[in-house]
Nanobody, 115 residues
Framework: QVQLVESGGGLVQPGGSLRLSCAAS????????AGWYRQAPGKERELVAR???????NYADAVNGRFTISRANYKNTVDLQMNSLKPEDTAVYYC?????????WGKGTLVTVSS
């Protein structure tokens, strides 16, 4: 059974930083792409960043240059370093992993950017 567990969300002021972490179990993590999506109130879930099994990355335009995704296969984790946070980054952030045409999701962690 695949499980993805996120941690690291919380309340931060505009311009601040947060680091999200996702721990995977029940799957050969190193062979699969992983990433982060987010869903703001009243909006659809959207891609934030993804990293392939070969460490190639892509980012949404809205976060490019501010967020950095990384993976540590020896720990089965994928992290998202978020800098220069803006109020519009407020959302529930979901960890994602793709395998054999299946999408696996964590339960999400809330990030609130507010003064």
């Amino acid at each position: 059974q695949v499980q993805l567990v996120e941690s690291g969300g919380g309340l931060v002021q505009p311009g601040g930083s947060l680091r999200l972490s996702c721990a995977a179990s029940g799957i050969i993590f190193s062979m699969n792409p992983a990433g982060w999506y987010r869903q703001a109130p009243g909006k659809e879930r959207e891609l934030v960043a993804r990293v392939t099994s070969r460490y190639s990355t892509n980012y949404a335009d809205a976060v490019n240059g501010r967020f950095t995704i990384s993976r540590a296969n020896y720990k089965n984790t994928v992290d998202l370093q978020m800098n220069s946070l803006k109020p519009e980054d407020t959302a529930v952030y979901y960890c994602w992993l793709g395998s054999d045409g299946m999408d696996y999701w964590g339960k999400g962690t809330l990030v609130t950017v507010s003064s």
